[in-house]
């Protein structure tokens, strides 16, 4: 891939263009509109990559993330596709260069980079149309690409794309390649099947786990079994394994004995007794109660940031008609991605000074591997090759490191090639948890159904300061997302934000702080809704309606037309009731309307889910359906059932078996409306998630008086096979 | 030395009998369409066929397997042409895609069993774990195989 490199210095960002055997690379060094990481590039090899085109007219675009489910891989390639003018069934996706690859996070993985992948097709086929035009001597305006093809108009000779790629790859890359309207789009806006299917439905998608390298060892990890422990001595080799890998809070137990494999190693850690561990001397306060007591007593007193602060509240309560306080509680939640971590570690050579590392992972960060990887071998980037492959979900757990640091360390302690598994267990106990959250919110109504004065506190842990960051006023923006700036008319509002210094590991769950202040705040809504006598849909039209907010007007819009399709004007079948919920995360917002029923104690039947979602712009509105989809079922699990609790520094849930979440039984029929507003695209991996618990949370609280402030729903759920 | 017959080929294994049927198609056969999702026999991410019924792997034995004839998601079709999975392809079913094998395992043993299967059939037999939740697909899928595509 590196033998010729035709560089140009292009007037709007640097591109490189590489000659491949028998065909050619499309290649940009650096992405517009990129985030920060992706500032960071040139990459390692000094290309990013995104067109390949074969001499066997393969066309095949390479797309970075790491696919989740999400769409990624979809979603950019109709991109390139588009503007390519090639056929959507001819084009197979590849997972980019970690080295060029991004952080899959904050819903961006599509909207950030379609300018990209748009101009780098757009690109390609210039040049491609230049090819055939100086093939033939004419002019470029005699040629047209059609589907793979440049075809002479005058002479009606036609020219592959594999047959005009070695002359392509000689020319010039345009600066500024004409990009076609979105009115005359082929592919974007249609429901293109998915690249990435065909393999998921065969056996043959191979996922971080699915990893096979040849001579590899297995190997699980077994983490200290109290929070903050650590390991004390390392233990003998027991029966059935062949080494102990010490790893500061854990030991790597690894196998190259004939048919190893890793239930056995999970046998065979059974002989390990706990003397092994540390304890850590605060261990019993490492208790549910006691960090439930401390969030208590931190929404009374400590010193708050305010993350958001317009007119004077304290006055406006002192003459508001009515006033409601209201708490809400949320607990921590583990990802309980369907794929446990793992890392698959070859080093080269296998003993004494590495030369080269190469790593199989199921990650959201490529690049975080890559630096990873160079910082524990000491090797640099170029020596490093991470092979990014499907995820079995992600939700934010993936992008972490952990994992991926400790298979280095064990492949290297060793000298062979180590597969390392989580174990179900481990996956559960050591996971990075949605922060648990107390918030209190005060409502002061006015007469006629107004709020003249919202102040919202909210009380968690800080994934940002967690992770060394010094917080500025406003604190920890993801802990106050979804609770500041919203887009409804309040006459004051202050939103303030209390550290709470548990130290129980929190990270990126979907959606973040906007599954959690979406609850409390649309279950708020709803009960001041109830406090001023009206309708909750009719409350929040009032609110938006009348409101300057920028997000006022579409969010109007989004509101009713999940009311319209959820029939909240109509008669509600008996039994049942309907709660409604709008929040916007990322830029996108979206409206639930769910339906339920609840004929037993301790459980309710969500009969029916109408979802409305405005995103801008839908790349693939299928996929938009899937995503709202399937945030939904995420959110329900989480707010029917969804509780990790801790005693002496143990997680109580250590399996699925504690960890109930929805299945085809309890599956409500999902109708999803997708809004192209025009606006600004933005992304729907995660918000589909938060308005679900406040939809249910209201429609519970109408069916059956009982007003659910605390989540789960129905704590201590169990789930059989 | 075990001898197990899956997806029509015979294979020796040796490997203590008390080792789930999941982790020596996984980790010794390299079988790899077989996922691990809980270990404990509750989230069938794990189903295979044995003598034609949908069975999770992590809780069945390679002895109890011995002489039986197990199919794995690699072994459902030749070709991935299984009614289950075109209709999976036409509903665009999968998200991450990991539960599927298991879910089109279990349902292609439902639809042997009830080619014509009712909602309520559908609900009892699918008890497979979706975090993505694709459930909804997923039967539309079901229904679709079960109509003829």
Known sequence: ?721 | MTTLNINGQSYQVDVPLDTPLLWVLRDILFLTGTKYGCGIAVCWACTVHVNGKAEKSCDYTVGAAAGKTITTIEGLSPDGTHPLQKAWIAEQAPQCGYCQSGMIMQAAALLLEKPHPSDGDINGAMKNVCVCGTYQRVKAAIKRAANGG
């Open chain 1, 1 to 721: 891939m590196s033998e010729s490199t035709i560089s140009k210095a292009g007037t709007i960002d640097r591109r490189e263009f590489l000659k491949v055997t028998g065909g050619f690379l499309l290649a940009f060094t650096l992405e517009e509109g990129g985030n920060r990481a992706m500032a960071q590039a040139p990459t390692a090899a000094g290309v990013t990559a995104f067109i390949r085109i074969g001499a066997d007219e393969t066309i095949t675009i390479l797309v970075g993330g790491g696919e989740m489910g999400q769409g990624i891989f979809t979603g950019l390639s109709m991109a390139a596709a588009e503007e390519l003018m090639v056929k959507w069934e001819k084009v197979k996706v590849e997972p980019l260069t970690a080295a060029s690859s991004w952080l899959s996070a904050g819903s961006g993985g599509i909207r950030s980079r379609l300018p990209t992948f748009l101009k780098a097709g757009a690109a390609a086929r210039e040049m491609l149309v230049s090819a055939a035009a100086q093939t033939w001597g004419v002019a470029t305006s005699a040629c047209q690409a059609i589907d793979g093809t440049v075809k002479n108009t005058a002479t009606n000779e036609v020219l592959t794309y594999g047959q005009l790629a070695p002359l392509a790859a000689t020319l010039p890359v345009p600066a500024a390649p004409v990009l076609t309207p979105a009115s005359a789009y082929r592919i974007i806006g249609t429901a293109a099947a998915r690249p990435d299917i065909p393999a998921k439905v065969n056996g043959s998608a191979k996922y971080g786990l699915d990893a096979v390298v040849p001579g590899m060892a297995f190997a699980i990890i077994k983490h200290a079994p109290t929070m903050g422990g650590t390991l004390k001595t390392t233990p003998s080799v027991p029966p059935g394994a062949s080494a102990v890998v010490p790893l500061d809070n854990a030991y790597a137990l690894v196998s190259w004995l004939p048919g190893a494999n890793t239930w056995a190693l999970m046998e065979a850690a059974k002989e390990i007794g706990s003397s092994i561990w540390n304890t850590p001397a605060n261990a019993a306060l490492l208790d549910s109660t006691v960090f439930q007591n401390q969030a208590m007593q931190l929404l009374g007193r400590g010193a708050p940031y305010i993350a958001e602060k317009v007119g004077d509240v304290d006055a406006a309560f002192a003459t508001a008609a009515q006033v409601i306080e209201r708490t809400y509680t949320l607990p921590y939640l583990p990802h309980a991605c369907m794929e446990v971590l793992n890392c698959t570690v070859r080093m080269t050579p296998p003993t004494g000074t590495p030369t080269a590392c190469e790593i199989w992972a199921p990650t959201q960060a490529p690049n975080s591997v890559l630096a990873t990887a160079s910082t524990v071998t000491g090797l640099p980037k170029t020596a490093i090759t991470v092979y990014p492959m499907f995820m079995g979900g992600g939700l934010g757990r993936k992008f972490e490191q952990d994992y991926i640091t400790q298979a280095i360390r064990t492949a290297m302690a060793v000298g062979r090639p180590v597969k390392l598994t989580w174990p179900r267990a481990e996956d559960m106990t050591r996971d990075q948890y949605r922060p648990m959250a107390v918030s209190r919110i005060r409502i002061g109504l006015d007469a006629v159904g107004g709020i003249t004065a919202w102040s919202n506190r909210t009380v968690s842990p800080s994934i940002q300061s967690q992770r060394g960051r010094v917080l500025g006023a406003t604190g920890d923006s993801n802990a106050t997302e979804g609770g500041r700036a919203l887009p409804y008319k309040f006459g004051s509002r202050l939103v303030d934000y209390v550290v709470h210094p548990s130290p129980i590991p929190v990270g990126y769950w979907r959606s973040v702080g906007y599954s959690i202040n979406g609850f409390a705040v649309e279950s708020a809504i709803d009960e001041a809704a109830l406090a001023a006598g009206v309708d909750p849909l009719t409350f929040r039209q009032q609110l938006l309606s009348t409101s300057t907010d920028p997000l006022a007007a579409r969010t109007l819009a989004v509101l009713s037309a999940a009311a319209t399709l959820g029939g909240w004007s109509t008669a509600v079948p008996a039994g049942r009731a309907r709660g409604i919920a709008v929040v916007q995360a990322f830029g996108t917002i979206v409206a639930e309307v769910a339906e339920i029923s609840a004929p037993v104690a301790g459980d309710f039947i969500l009969h029916k889910v109408a979802c409305a979602v405005d995103c801008g712009t839908a790349v693939n509105p299928n996929s938009v359906e899937a995503q709202m989809q399937g945030g939904i079922f995420h959110g329900l699990s989480a707010a029917k059932w969804g509780e990790l609790k801790w005693t002496a520094g143990q997680s109580n849930v250590k399996n699925f078996n504690k960890y109930r979440m929805t299945r085809m039984k309890e599956a409500p029929v999902i109708t999803v409306q997708v809004i192209n507003s025009g606006a600004a695209m933005s992304g729907c991996g995660e918000p589909g998630v938060p308005p679900i618990a406040p939809a249910i949370a209201n429609a519970y609280a109408k069916l059956t008086g009982n007003r659910i402030r605390n989540l789960p729903f129905f704590p201590g759920a169990t789930m059989g096979g």
